[in-house]
């Protein structure tokens, strides 16, 4: 059976909040005081010396607001621009247009999250599990510990020691890139190998990071439902204990899935942080050199992307999530 | 009719005790976990209020030889700048520690404002703060923060602790908004509630007196969640290098220290005091938080067992 008008009301979420973010990514330039589009205008000014295109300038006008049109003709003009996929040109990484660096960018990033958060999900919760089924004994304590001071420790010194110990001390694992060069890019064994051993060290650091609030966010779910009627109910039936441990579990799942969807929003954060540090070739790394040149079309073309990679992870694990949970499922008919 | 069951409205008139204050905090330190976070936390804002009067040398200055291991002289060494470690990190305590809880008291404000109206609110209302939420919740807080601090760079301003704050607040009130609203749903439905509203007593009054303090203990407990947010997002804005870095905090110090790449060149004593000292504020926030959240809570708590062994009543004793 099919969700229907769930997965309508969801669609329509996600619509809503898409058009928001591109409404915000159009005005936050226009609303900063001290017009930061003048910066961008005089800065491809000067890379592109005599040679730059007047039509491309005329473009950019148009774009970041110099020009004196009305509002909504800037607007529209930028709606128009985005359906047909053209987010400016770069300055710090000149005559490449936006879109291009983020194509292949993006890719590398999308990979880091979705391996990340779905290893981190499945081992922070079974630790979770094992906590609260096992809660206040030594080896809970020890797990308990262990999350808070993971979840506690800033996420970007980790990734710096990480690196330290394993890729230049060590050199176990590569210092930066997401491929070695002797490899040919496509779907063959050696790139893949290769691809999961660069992403090695970025992902073992995010895993440890984020692995926390799965750990302690379990633990607590699990703790009031281990003592609930109805596990006792099931312990009278004469269930096996691990048959009831998994009756527990999944009930105290739910909640964790919910914030899932929530969850992705976080981890691209803490991803865009870690890959600049590993010179891991997502968006991340030219975020930092974005920032560094006030590369404004780079920023906003960054920005918004990686929004919309989020907001489609959330529809889809909002749907998924409508198969998973009954009641879901009747509230949405 | 009796008069005096309306001269005795109290529902509507709650005096003020200095005990309803009083009383929660005692219930904080009866738990072990909260007792422990309050502890360090204490520490740390002592820690903090002392470092503004008693560095050992002026934190700003350039005035030692560079990376200077530990020493008598030097606690934590020198860094490569030839600035005293330590003074450094004495005096950015009280900077971290404050933009940590105004981030806390401002975003726990707002989210218990914006989450508990929209529980308590019409079914339209709700489910367009909810959407609001939801899109402050799914846009990650670092890309705005970049956003925002090159927009700043752009006309040579960087961002000091004011702005800062601000833009923290922007992006991590969304979370306690939606803890609040989905209690406070569940919490409208009870009698109490009901009982109220037929007696007269207005919505406002219901929303701000009664809800606030029934779901007081989750109010504490998404206080410390939202200040740890606020501390480790000081050090992402550091750390993206859109902050005053001419200021001292935990943060700048890290900024520095990695920019000058303090873990490559084994000054180790310069990246790891203030990464511990981050830690262990974050962790006396965790600790206050699941405490808290034990206390809202009770099926959480750890309870011993002692008498039951005896043949005596089931008879529980908090430990």
């Known amino acids: ?181 002797s ?93 600049s540090i590993f010179s891991y070739p997502g968006v991340g790394l030219y975020m930092i050199t974005a920032i560094d040149s006030l590369d404004y079309p780079l920023l906003q073309g960054i920005f918004l992307m990686v929004i919309i990679a989020v907001l489609v992870g959330n529809l889809v694990v909002d749907i998924l999530y409508g198969f998973f949970d009954p009641r879901i499922r009747q509230e949405g008919e | ?33 909260a007792k422990a976070g309050f502890i360090i936390l204490t520490g740390m804002i002592i820690f903090g209020i ?49 933009v940590g809880f105004s981030v806390g008291i401002i975003g726990t404000f707002i989210s218990i404002f914006v989450g508990i109206s929209a529980g308590f609110a019409s079914e339209r209302l709700n489910s367009i703060v909810t959407g609001i939420i939801n899109i402050f919740l799914i846009i990650p807080g670092v890309l705005l923060i970049m956003l925002f601090g090159s927009y700043f760079l752009g006309i040579h301003e960087s961002l000091g602790y004011l702005p800062t704050i601000l833009i923290l607040v922007i992006t991590g009130w969304a979370f306690g908004a939606r803890t609040f609203r989905s209690i406070t749903l569940s919490i409208a439905k009870r009698d109490f509630i009901l009982s109220s509203m037929l007696i007269g007593e207005s919505r406002l009054s219901i929303m701000f007196r009664q809800i606030i303090r029934a779901i007081f203990p989750v109010i504490i407990s ?26 001292i905090n935990w943060g700048t110090m890290l900024y520095w220290a990695i920019n000058n790449e303090a873990y490559l060149t084994g000054l180790w004593w310069w990246i790891l005091p203030p990464s511990f000292m981050i830690s262990i504020l974050m962790f006396s926030f965790i600790l206050l938080n699941f405490g808290m959240d034990e206390i809202g809570n009770p099926s959480l708590r750890r309870f011993n067992r002692k008498k039951n062994k005896k043949g005596d009543i089931n008879e529980f004793t908090e430990n």
């Open chain 1, 183 to 275: 490899v040919n890019i496509g779907f063959n064994m050696p790139f893949i190998v290769s691809a999961i051993y660069h992403s090695f060290l970025p992902i073992l650091t995010i895993i440890l990071t984020s692995i926390g609030g799965w750990v302690l966010g379990m633990r607590n779910n699990i703790i009031p439902n281990v003592n609930s009627d109805f596990i006792s109910f099931s312990e009278n039936l004469g269930l096996q204990k691990e048959q009831i441990n998994r009756i527990a579990y999944r009930n105290a799942i739910l909640p964790n899935l919910t914030g899932f969807s929530m969850s992705i929003g976080l981890s691209v954060s803490g991803v865009i942080i870690e890959e």
């Open chain 2, 222 to 247: 998404n206080f410390f969640f939202t200040a740890m947010y606020g501390t480790m997002g000081l050090t992402f804005v550091e750390y993206l290098g859109v902050g005053n870095l001419l200021q």
């Open chain 1, 1 to 181: 059976m099919i969700p229907y008008k769930y997965i309508f009301k969801k669609s329509i979420a996600f619509l809503v909040v898409l058009y928001a973010a591109i409404t915000l990514n159009f005005l936050l330039p226009r609303l900063i005081p001290g017009d930061p589009a003048e910066v961008v205008y005089l800065a491809i000014i000067k890379e592109g010396g005599g040679s730059v295109n007047p039509v491309y300038i005329h473009q950019l006008e148009a774009e970041y607001g110099i020009s004196n049109a009305p509002m909504y003709t800037q607007y529209l003009q930028y709606l128009e621009d985005l359906l047909h996929g053209n987010l400016g040109i770069s300055i710090a990484f000149f005559p490449e247009p936006v879109s291009s660096i983020l194509s292949e960018a993006l890719p590398w990033t999308l990979y880091l999250v979705i391996t990340s958060i779905v290893i981190s999900f499945f081992i922070g919760n079974r630790l979770g599990r094992y906590a609260g089924i096992n809660r206040n004994t030594f080896r809970d304590l020890l797990i308990d510990l262990f999350s808070m001071f993971m979840a506690s420790f800033p996420a970007f010194v980790l990734a710096f020691i990480m690196l330290d110990i394993f890729s230049v001390d060590s050199g176990i694992f590569p210092i930066g890139g997401a491929y070695s060069s």
């Open chain 2, 50 to 98: 002392l470092g503004q009067f008693f560095t050992p040398y002026n934190p700003n200055k350039y005035e030692f030889a560079g990376s200077m291991p530990p020493s008598y002289a030097h606690i934590l060494g020198t860094t490569v700048y030839g600035q005293d470690v330590f003074s450094q990190l004495f005096y950015g305590a009280a900077p971290t520690l404050l």
């Open chain 2, 1 to 33: 009719m009796n008069h005096n069951l309306f001269k005795n409205r109290s529902i509507n008139k709650i005096p003020f005790k200095f005990n309803k204050i009083i009383k929660p905090l005692k219930i904080l330190l009866t738990n072990n976990k």
